[in-house]
């Protein structure tokens, strides 16, 4: 260190700077110790040493600097950190007593229970700061008393075994020491537990432990005090006052060549320890004869501390062009020969040598960690408690053969659990823990063992997920739902249990890539429509294609008009065709005599032959073409729409009824279904209003032949081939009519007319219908009897999030049709830059599709979906009064497309369905709702 260089001189060069002292007691050897561990803040020399405090045993050194800075070191001069360290802009004094350690910190009294000595990290803290009491100056402890000074010229003492968890506090005694007037309270030392010194900067006073003032004296000492066994240490300047308490007298004195700052004595109480207040000098006195024997210059800047070990802790102070350093020096003596004399020195270090030499062979033979703590002679070792360095040093030695044993048994451990594949994320944890608290080469080591454990989790991981992907590809699964059944998946999840909380995540979201990357797969091969000449495959399910088959009409002779002429009965006569074509005889008279039509002329019955041959056909309607956009949903939808059509076809009963919001594209999948297999669509709208008339006929008047009987839609389609019959509303039909249609729906499939004509369907005919979901507010319930009859399909909006926070592209494929910078992709590339860009599952061919633009604009749709979904929810939970938020906006898929549409015109997704959406709610209130619904929208 620098400042040793310009202290010692000449000798700076020396490994070690040793000072020679003869006493009467004999010869007192100092020696500069330089093993002091560096503190790693650069700046901590900058701030001045208020106080030094040493364990009991000498094992620990506690140095406070202003600020509040702590320095932790161990005997051999390692620097430790205190648990919880204590926010404070001074640390005043520092006690070590029995278990416990206490510092003043003011505003704050800190103590520690030291759970296990040799390891602060178990210490136990507790800091005592309430009203009243805010501690400033004087800390001592003795036995199970701790006293203190709080601000107001007070003194209190409490018990700190009374609650080892210092879950509360204990007074034994408050007193006011104003009446003393000793100034500012520096220091306080017990006296055995009935009396207490307190030493301030006026003078020193002395009471008893309930608070009696016993007596005063005149020494302005401060924190120059110390205890001894004839009595007590204080400083007045430069002089030295033993001062016997009993006697109430001084018993001798020294006059000092230092201003005395503090003073500390030997074990042995031989000598004394002086610090000057204001420059590197270090007075030693020797205390029988009370002398001052030396004069040390280079240090004893304001402390210094003996440690039982005879260790000399004190501070050097420099100045370094503008900045001032105050350096921590440790000095090495030989003062435990002046209370342990050689002989027993060498007995105690014989005696452990043996116990070491037993050690280290009970140690090179246990297996485990565990019998490391059983090993007596360890135990023999740990229990010696003689403040020899060279005890200290074999001790240590004996720590270090077990360090490095518990590492050899804790690497052999871990290697033999990667080799048998048991590694768990708690063995992991525990390599991390020790790597915390190791240090070089150790650490090193340690640090290669985590990195192989990674390397086996990863590997393991890696190879998991090639058996998992293996499982996948001989299986058909369409949701996460299918795939969490999967034996082996379920293996992979007790797998991600095992591992560390810090691949975990990246487990899981490896599983939750590759089950995705399989859905995309899975789905996108499962719900497809295939077309061939004579079928259409909707997913799973097959379907012929109606060939097109028509209606043959044949003709009937009709009396239009009976009269009476010339005493008999006459008829006008007609030919009439089933879809009610009236046609007229030509070249023959149309009026003939009612009893000629019992048995009708030969031209009548050639005419209408004639007719019937002509082979009339009722006009084919052809399906409209409908463009549709084949996702995953709308197939599925198609494929149980299917299922239930082929079922009832087979029976030749029921009805399937639609049921789902409205938007969610009911009557487009019966289009389509009947685009697809070119059969004719009737749709027949439904209301409360309806009559009889509006499904069964009407009269309609001609001025030519007068009034007629029309057919309507629905006979018209019972008798179409292969009509598809589509009941719109089906819940709104009015409960009158609702009778009618029970012969329909059920196995009689007939429909009786008031004229008591019963129009049979053909076998053919398919009868659908659709419905807004039954618990909605202002949804009339489906009426009982179609209820028995039905079976009931619900239609949902395509899917859009599930559970695990996977988006499904199923909308958005339809609205990127919409969408320019989209549309050009096919349904599969879309899909595959969907899953890269929303759900985060690139593959091969996403990144040869993806581009930045076409990642914006996938994103843009998502934010569509996302609003609209957030509106739907709301809309749905108000109308099943799960909310009373009023939103009676339906959020279509004409909607999102309405959107998708303008997407380019906007920058801004909030805005843009902001702008498309409130002009269509009328409520000032709902209106509200929705604007906070979306503006709430995490995006």
Known sequence: ?????????????????????????????????????????????????????????????????????????????????????????????????????????????VIYKMEDPKRPSTWKVMKISQEGIRPSGGLDLKGNVLAFGVVGDRVYTIDVTSDALFQTVEFKSAFSYREAQIGELRSIRILDNSKLVLSGTNRVAIYSIGGNLLTTLDYPSGKALEVTSKGILVANSNRLILYDVNLDREVSDAELSVNISTISIDPSENFAFCADKESNRLSIVYLPEMAEISLMEGFGYSVVKVSPDGSLYTCTVEDVQDKRYYNLVKLNTNLVDFYYPPQRQKQIISNLQDTYKKFLKALSQVKTEEEIENIKEYKELLSY????????????????????????????????????????????????????????????????????????????????????KHALSNIQAYSLQDLETIEDIKEFRAFISTLPTSLQSKAQESLLRTLQEKIVQERLKRYSIKTAEDRVLFGNEEFPKFSGQRRKLNWHLKVEERFLYDG????????????GVLLEPKRYPNILPTEELKHPPLWLRRYLRHLKGLYSYQ????????????????????????????????????????????????????????????????????????EKEDITFTYEFDAKRGTRRVYSDLVRALQTPGAVIYFDEINTLPASLVKIFNSLFDYRRYLVLSSGEVIKARP???????????????????????????DVLFVDYPPFEDPSGFYYPDEALILRSFVPEVSSLTKEDFVYLWYHVINGVPTERSTQVYTPEREKYARRIYEILKIANAIRKAYREYQTQQSEEPVELVFSIRDTIRCARRIVKYEDTKKLVLESMLPKVSSPLEREVIKSLVENVDL
Not at 49 to 54: F, L, P, S
Not at 568 to 579: G, L, S
Not at 771 to 785: A, C, I, K, T
Request: hydrophobic share 35%; net charge negative.
């Open 619 to 690: 006009e084919y309607r052809i399906p409209l073409f409908v463009a549709y956009e084949e996702t995953p949903w709308f197939v599925q939808n198609l494929e149980k729409f299917v299922s239930h059509i082929k079922e009832q076809l087979e029976y030749q009963e029921g009805i399937l009824i639609l049921e789902g919001d409205a938007g969610t594209g009911k009557n487009f999948l019966v289009e389509v279904f009947s685009a697809l297999t070119n059969r004719p669509l009737y749709i027949v709208p439904c209301n409360s209003k309806m």
């Open 1 to 109: 260190m620098e400042f040793l260089k310009k202290l010692f001189g000449k000798k700076r060069e020396q490994s070690q700077q040793e000072y020679i002292v003869q006493t009467p007691a004999g010869t007192l050897e100092l020696a500069i110790d330089k093993d002091i561990e560096k503190d790693p803040d650069a700046r901590i020399d900058e701030f001045w040493i208020e106080t030094i405090g040493v364990s009991e045993d000498g094992y620990w050194v506690l140095v406070g600097r202003r600020h509040g800075i702590i320095q932790l070191y161990d005997w051999s001069g390692k620097l430790h950190r205190l648990p919880s360290r204590p926010v404070a802009q001074v640390i005043s004094d520092v006690v070590f007593s029995g278990s416990y350690l206490a510092l003043l910190t003011p505003p704050y009294l």
């Open 568 to 579: 008999r009965e006459y008829a006008r006569i007609a030919f009439e065709r089933d879809d």
């Open 385 to 468: 408690d003689f403040p020899l360095r060279e005890v200290r040093k074999l001790i240590k030695e004996a720590q270090e053969q077990v360090d490095k044993k518990r590492l050899e048994l804790f690497i052999e451990k871990i290697q033999k659990a990667i080799n048998n594949k048991e590694i768990t994320g708690k063995d992991l944890y525990t390599l991390e823990e020790r790597i915390k608290h190791s240090t070089s080469p150790e650490r090193e080591t340690l640090e290669k063992l985590k990195q192989k454990v990674l390397d086996y989790f990863e590997q393991e991981l890696q190879e998991r997920l090639l058996k998992i």
């Open 764 to 790: 053919d005919v398919i009868l659908v219908g659709g419905m807004n979901p039954q618990n909605y507010l202002g949804v009339s319930e489906l009426p009982q009897d179609v209820k028995s009859r039905a």
